[in-house]
């Protein structure tokens, strides 16, 4: 498998290890139960991490009402659901599409998470690189994930170059970005849109790893076939598919999630 390595201006090398997502975890023993499927169908024989995702967004941190209420796990739950295992690439996902004192509430979520806490992906729509280093300031040891999702490719004209060009701006403060047109809402990707954008980002920004989401589950796992086997260094994550109605309001069939897993595992090694 490939690493793509960058120095930060700590002197600091930084790898990015391609992971395969699952977001919605709630509780320890769902960890615990897709860790072993992880471990039992890997065989020693990927350098893949299994990326543990939690929701949180700006609502929940604060206590506001919302309808992800019942989905997402209570601030008070987030830290136990993470475990200790090499293996694992521990992911809390932080969604706020306003852009609501981020800082300040970036670091309360983070502190909300726990020692175990690998990364942040920002479900957001271009915060302020600033803002971003500043985080990074802070907690310098965590990974962080940029979404750029439907809204932020429209920002750019849905233009690659121009993604090029704004993720720059965030310099070594992002590690990841995440290509997810769907925004967990389990709309299948379209291999042939996102393609352009992840050749600029290989081609241009070969230090930033790179993952793609949007519908995957055990039965549009092909959907990334394509370009993962041009660009096997992609991670990928899945969310709406993984319940039968495709609604992220729904829990996780964790069967399919199983499932799901295994077919990943299979297509990326």
Not at 79 to 88: E, T, V
Not at 207 to 226: D, F, K, Q, R, Y
Request: proline share 5%; charged share 20%.
């Amino acid at each position: 498998k490939i690493r793509y390595a960058f120095v930060h201006s700590q002197g600091i090398t930084d790898v990015k290890i391609p992971y395969i997502g699952i977001t919605d975890f709630t509780s320890a023993e769902q960890a615990r139960n897709m860790l072993a499927v992880f471990s039992a169908n890997r065989n020693g024989v990927t350098d893949r991490k299994l990326m543990v995702g939690v929701m949180m967004s700006y609502k929940t941190l604060n206590g506001l009402p919302t309808k992800w209420s019942s989905a997402f796990p209570s601030n008070d739950k987030v830290s136990g659901i993470f475990l200790r295992r090499s293996i694992l690439f521990n992911t809390l996902h932080y969604a706020d599409y306003d852009g609501i004192n981020v800082i300040e509430n970036l670091l309360r979520a983070t502190s909300l998470a726990g020692s175990n806490l690998h990364a942040l992906q920002l479900d957001m729509i271009w915060p302020e690189p600033d803002t971003i280093k500043e985080y990074r300031y802070h907690y310098p040891q965590f990974k962080v994930i940029i979404q750029v999702n439907k809204v932020a490719l429209e920002q750019i004209e849905n233009n690659p170059k121009l993604l090029t060009k704004k993720l720059r701006s965030y310099g070594c403060s992002i590690d990841y970005a995440l290509l997810d047109k769907s925004m967990g809402r389990g709309l299948g990707m379209d291999e042939k849109v996102l393609r352009p954008f992840v050749q600029e980002l290989a081609e241009h920004m070969p230090e930033l790893g790179m993952t793609v989401a949007g519908g995957l589950g055990p039965n549009t796992i092909h959907l990334v076939e394509n370009l993962a086997r041009d660009y096997p260094q992609i991670s990928i994550d899945a969310q709406g598919q993984l319940r039968p109605s495709g609604n992220a309001l729904d829990p996780i069939d964790w069967d399919m999630a199983a499932e799901y897993l295994v077919k990943a595992i299979e297509l990326l090694t």
